[in-house]
Nanobody, 122 residues
């Protein structure tokens, strides 16, 4: 089994900062990529940021210059540092991982965390 557990969400005033964490645990053979997605009320889920096993980064245009994604490979953990928060950043943030589990299978699967609420007040 592979599980993703998010933490760090909460309430913050506009202009403030929050840091989200996502730890992958279980029978992990290799993590190909991990990232963050978010879903605002009444809107589609959208990509926020991703990081690959080689360290390649990608950010949504709406968060470039404000958010940064990083990783601690020894802990199988990624982080999302969110600065200069805006009310439009409000939503449920989901951790995502493209992960191959231990065993004889070479297939990788996509895993999702349960989500953590981020609310930014004006």
């Amino acid at each position: 089994q592979v599980q993703l557990v998010e933490s760090g969400g909460g309430l913050m005033q506009a202009g403030g900062s929050l840091t989200l964490s996502c730890a992958a645990s279980g029978s992990i053979f290799r993590i190909n990529a991990m990232g963050w997605y978010r879903q605002a009320p009444g809107k589609q889920r959208e990509l926020v940021a991703t990081i690959t096993s080689s360290g390649s980064l990608h950010y949504a245009d709406s968060v470039k210059g404000r958010f940064s994604i990083s990783r601690d490979t020894a802990k199988n953990t990624i982080y999302l540092q969110m600065n200069s928060l805006k009310p439009d950043d409000t939503g449920v943030y989901y951790c995502n991982g493209d992960i191959r589990s231990s065993g004889y299978s070479s297939t990788s699967y996509t895993y999702w965390g349960q989500g953590t609420q981020v609310t930014v007040s004006s």
